[in-house]
Nanobody
Framework: QVQLVESGGGLVQAGGSLTLSCAAS????????MGWFRQAPGEERKFVAL????????TIANSVKGRFIISRDNAKNTVSLQMNSLKPEDTAVYYC??????????????????WGQGTQVTVSS
């Protein structure tokens, strides 16, 4: 059974930093592309960042480029999202996701096979 468990969310002031982690189990982690998405109330789930199965390629959404960094540790089956210079508009539930077709760069919700339960990030102004 595949499980993705996010952690690290919380309340932070604007300009602050948070690091989210996602622990994966029940899958061959090193062969999956991993992504982060976020969903604010009343909005659709949106792409934030992804990292290739080997960790040698990343794609970052324009809205967070220069502020967020995605990384992975295939030995520990984890993927992280370091979020810096946070803004109130970054407030959302953040989800990690796994794409079993590790050779592509998926940015759409429909391209991912597995999802975590999400972790809340709230940025106060």
């Amino acid at each position: 059974q595949v499980q993705l468990v996010e952690s690290g969310g919380g309340l932070v002031q604007a300009g602050g930093s948070l690091t989210l982690s996602c622990a994966a189990s029940g899958l061959t982690f090193g062969s999956y592309s991993m992504g982060w998405f976020r969903q604010a109330p009343g909005e659709e789930r949106k792409f934030v960042a992804l990292i290739s199965w080997r960790g040698d390629s990343t794609t970052i959404a324009n809205s967070v480029k220069g502020r967020f960094i995605i990384s992975r540790d295939n030995a520990k089956n984890t993927v992280s999202l370091q979020m810096n210079s946070l803004k109130p508009e970054d407030t959302a539930v953040y989800y990690c996701a796994a794409d079993r077709l590790g050779g592509r760069a998926p940015t759409r919700v429909s391209e991912y096979d597995y999802w975590g339960q999400g972790t809340q990030v709230t940025v106060s102004s």
